[in-house]
């Protein structure tokens, strides 16, 4: 028996559990809530996605590959300070962006360590590159620096949760770039 086929499209659906666990969080979204915005009964939730653990699993992973994509195209920049500052520049626009939820979901959602432990090593590697460049003194302990730039992008969630502008935002990053190592 196969069963009746879907009658909702599964991206979208999957879109709007990012958005829920986003806004709410993994342990304040209920199946209740997610079967309410998602426009699902329990079963058809169940049915496509398994459980609630399986869902957040599904719905943060296109959350960070979307988030890693920027992260790639800032890191990709030839110059380490112009990288980092552009990635500093895309989290602030990011967070504050009214089209959706403030924040990052990667950077505050406590079940996500692993995709901050990969957002750290993606900065240090680039920092790392930008030793072997030059654009880095050697001296630069790089491991140190992605750990402190990971801890302004998580603070950086945090007051955009809280209300935080634009433009508050951004002068973090502008200090963050101050303290960032001279070439």
């Known amino acids: ?19 829920q666990f986003w806004r709410e969080g993994y342990e ?14 329990p079963p058809s939730l169940y049915a496509a996605f398994g459980d609630k ?7 943060s992973a296109a959350y960070f590959r979307r988030t890693c994509d920027a992260v790639d195209r800032a890191t990709a920049l030839p110059n380490t300070r112009d990288s980092v500052a552009r990635m500093l520049e895309d989290t602030a626009l990011a967070h504050t962006d009214d089209t959706t939820p403030p924040g990052c979901l990667m950077l505050t959602e406590a079940r996500l360590v692993a995709q901050r432990e990969d957002l750290h ?13 030059g654009d880095l003194e050697t001296s630069v302990h790089t ?6 730039l990971v801890t302004v992008m998580r603070g950086m969630s945090g007051l955009a ?10 002068s973090i990053a502008d200090t963050a770039m101050a303290a960032f190592p001279s070439q």
């Not at 993606?122 to 030793?131: A, N, T, W």
């Open 161 to 170: 949760r809280d209300g935080g502008t634009t433009e508050e935002l951004l």
């Open 121 to 133: 090593r993606r900065i240090r590697e680039r920092l790392d590159q930008g030793v072997q460049d």
């Open 1 to 19: 028996m196969t069963g009746r086929p879907r009658t909702f499209d599964r991206d979208a659906a999957l879109a709007v559990a990012v958005e």
């Open 143 to 148: 491991d140190h620096l992605a750990s402190f």
């Open 53 to 59: 653990h399986r869902l957040f699993e599904e719905a």
């Open 28 to 41: 304040k979204t209920s199946v209740a809530k997610l079967t309410a915005a998602m426009g699902l009964s």
